[in-house]
């Protein structure tokens, strides 16, 4: 693999260790790392699902390039590097950014017995790229312009004093709506739905809608333009759901 792009190609092995970083997935006995499974159980079965995801995947960890300095250590030295920086992410959603990269670098490098760490660049790079896989939220750190970024989107910053959950409560805020959540006006929260549906908001409103990688522009709209953006990873959130909710309970239902 070239030093310069270390994030070249992804295996199958590695690709179930990602969704099992993210969906807690745990493959069965029967498992292998070149065949799908054939158990009806085991969430394996439901890879091939994910082809958006992955492609999205892809396209994105593709445009890593190390920050070269003093140091020949760099942040992701292959995809184990990134879904290993994602499980740690995820484990500790109390801990702020600053504390939890410093502590996860110094770790790394005391436990494969190095003297260096990585370049800050390319450790907010990393933890960057991670969140972005994670959440599906396009993100920078604190003081640090995303040249990745795609035209028109706006990343939402990544505070080294906030956690990860801290980052998502600021990125989607809880309101309420008195008309939509209020049970005694069901009727009217149904026909104000009802009303918003994309083929009428098409013929009468003439807008158009593309879609997004980027959970935190679902429903943007650009209004000079008139288009909707719709976040179209719907089975990525669906795993998600029956991740955190599980998928026996009747929640959620596979399907």
Known sequence: MDATTPLGDITDSQLKSLYAALWNWRACGSCTTSTSCKTSECPTRRADRLGPFQAFYLETTEHYIPEFDASTEIALRSHDDLIDIIRCIKQQPSMDREILMETYFANRAAEEGQQETPNQQ??????????????????????????????????????????????????????????????????????????????????????????????????????ERGVVEIFHHTRMLKEHLMATQGSGDGLVQDG
């Open 122 to 223: 390319d450790q907010r790079r990393a933890f960057n790229m991670a969140v972005r896989i994670l959440t599906m939220i396009n993100c920078s750190a604190e003081n640090q312009a995303d040249a990745l970024l795609e035209e028109g989107t706006r990343p939402i910053t990544w505070t080294n004093k906030d956690s990860l959950a801290q980052f998502i409560n600021k990125t989607f805020p809880t309101t309420d709506h008195p008309s939509l959540n209020d049970l005694s006006q069901s009727e009217k929260a149904m026909s104000l739905k009802s009303s918003l549906e994309a083929r009428r908001l098409t013929k009468m409103a003439g807008l158009s809608f593309r879609g997004t990688d980027n959970l935190a522009n679902h429903l943007h709209m650009n209004a």
